[in-house]
């Protein structure tokens, strides 16, 4: 697939097994859309195991507190690393390639020199899951702007899930989700609603992509930018394959439903609400 970055490609993983060390990581892409600059996005590939459980979390951002600022933003991810369990406190963190004093399961994130890539291990076990921390050049209710060289206020408000751009006053928007800000699912005239994007007279979904199911469980999106990576909306958990529970929606199922009452876990609404 190719166009502009709600179509990107994807990244699969042949014969798992065989030469994990190799396999195994991060991996960076080089995209170059036609009449713009060259794009940098960066995806995953991990065993599959809940040994080490991020959750579905493999980036998180990081603001200033104030341009220039040497603290975070309160809106920031100040806390990164695996779910608790036997075993947690014999683990091994490196940032890069320096192993950090850190030996238990979490991380506290402080300033925006903490950005980086993190990779937590179990000590003589071999597994291991890494998380990228990027830091955004002004608070989150600001933009950079490359002309002026100056961080100005958004006037568009990201909804669902949707994360401003760093050097733009617009969103990138999760999966199923599209416009500036994030506010609309596909319309009515599409055969599903699970769509990650149009491509002329065909809409591209998790189910036309080789091994995929129609609402993308089990895919790890990564989306240029402050986005990251995450699993779709409605699934969360190390592998993006466990559903949200009763009463949550959205990606990482972390919104409440309205009202407190169930609702639609991809898109916080009444089913019937879809079309």
């Not at 080789?210 to 969360?236: I, R, V």
Request: charged share 20%.
């Amino acid at each position: 697939m190719a166009g502009t970055d709600r179509h990107g490609c994807y990244l699969k993983v042949h014969a798992p097994n065989q030469m994990k060390s190799v396999r195994y990581g991060r991996y960076k892409a080089n995209l170059i859309p036609p009449d713009i600059e060259p794009l940098t996005a960066y995806s995953f590939i991990k065993p599959r195991t809940d040994k080490l459980d991020t959750q579905g979390v493999y980036t998180a951002t990081i603001y200033p507190l104030e341009v220039g600022s040497t603290k975070l933003h309160a809106d920031s991810v100040t806390d990164i690393g695996v779910a608790w369990r036997p075993g947690c406190l014999k683990m091994v963190w490196c940032k890069g390639t320096a192993r950090i004093k850190n030996t238990g399961p979490r991380l506290k994130l402080s300033c925006p020199e903490d950005a980086g890539l993190y990779t937590i291990r179990r000590k003589r076990r071999g597994t291991f899951v890494q998380i990228l921390v990027t830091a955004a050049d002004c608070p989150p209710d600001m933009y950079w702007d490359d002309v002026d060289g100056m961080c100005k206020t958004r006037t568009v408000n990201c909804v669902n899930s949707g994360v401003g751009r760093n050097n733009a006053d617009s969103c990138i928007c999760p999966p199923f989700f599209i416009v500036n800000d994030c506010s609309f699912t596909v319309p009515p005239s599409a055969e599903s609603p699970y769509v990650l994007a149009f491509s002329g007279p065909e809409d591209i979904t998790c189910g036309g992509l080789p091994g995929g199911n129609e609402k993308c469980k089990g895919f790890l999106f990564c989306y240029l930018d402050l986005y990251g990576c995450s699993c779709a909306p409605g699934w969360y958990g190390n592998n993006c394959d466990r559903p949200c529970q009763k009463g949550r929606w959205g990606v990482n199922c972390k919104n409440a439903c309205p009202d407190g009452s169930d609702c639609n876990r991809f898109f916080g609404m009444e089913p019937e609400e879809l079309f």
